[in-house]
């Protein structure tokens, strides 16, 4: 069984130019999230979907940050403009409902510098 | 707020000894799961162990254990038997049994020694 795919898996960027990531999840999970990954940090969360539903987004920095999960399925978070802050990595994880394990799936990341 | 503390940045041991990691946290929830998750080096992050918090009996999964202790809202991995694979960053997190998000502690990182 495939696992979550994340692309690209590094990018370098000026600041103020736009960035794109893109996050496959395991297949049948329907709960999607991305979370950022800071140096030397636990990852944070960003926003959660349930579905193609944006059921948790209070963390995702909006004036720059945007997400889709068009079909439900694969999901992509966007910046624009970028800034030096923003430099981290950006993990995807997905998991199943309601599921009392908890078990998130995570992809390898995408490593983002924002130069 | 729920907030995860891992206290120790850095942790050393050598193949074949006992290792333990340290995480605390605050909620006033009654009803949560913890979790311990391993990511290697530019790999991704996987799930080492959980613990259902209504549960008293300590999780193990082979050569990894835990101690958790409610009332002192402690939650400690132990590794036996370390081997160099071991090593890697080791995150503490934290999910209330309603929610889905995990909130996560800024990580051990362990080495192994040869």
């Known amino acids: 069984e495939a696992g979550v795919v994340q692309s690209p898996r590094y990018k370098i960027i000026e600041k103020k130019q736009p960035v794109a990531f893109w996050c496959n999840p395991i297949s049948g999970h329907n709960t999607l999230y991305w979370y950022r990954q800071n140096l030397g940090q636990g990852p944070e969360l960003l926003i959660r979907?349930?579905?193609?539903?944006?059921?948790?987004d209070s963390q995702l920095p909006k004036d720059r940050f945007s997400a889709e999960r068009l079909k439900g399925v694969d999901s992509t978070l966007k910046i624009q403009p970028a800034e030096l802050g923003d430099s981290a990595v950006y993990l995807c994880a997905s998991s199943f409902g309601h599921t009392n394990t908890g078990e998130l799936f995570f992809g390898e990341g995408s490593r983002l510098t924002v130069l | 707020a729920q907030t995860v503390t891992q206290s120790q940045p850095e942790m050393s041991v050598q193949e074949a000894e006992t290792v333990t990691l340290s995480c605390t946290y605050d909620t006033s929830e009654s009803d949560y799961y913890l979790f311990w998750y391993k990511q290697p080096p530019s790999r991704q992050m996987i799930l080492v162990i959980r613990?259902?918090?209504?549960?008293?009996q300590n999780a193990t999964e082979n050569r990894f254990s835990v101690n958790f202790q409610k009332a002192a809202k402690s939650f400690s991995l132990k590794i036996s038997d370390s081997q160099l694979g071991d090593a890697a960053m080791y995150f503490c997190a934290y999910r209330i049994n309603s929610g889905y998000a995990l909130n996560f502690g800024k990580g051990t990182s362990l080495l192994v020694t040869p």
């Open positions: 613990q259902e918090a209504y549960k008293q």
């Open positions: 979907y349930e579905n193609e539903e944006a059921v948790d």
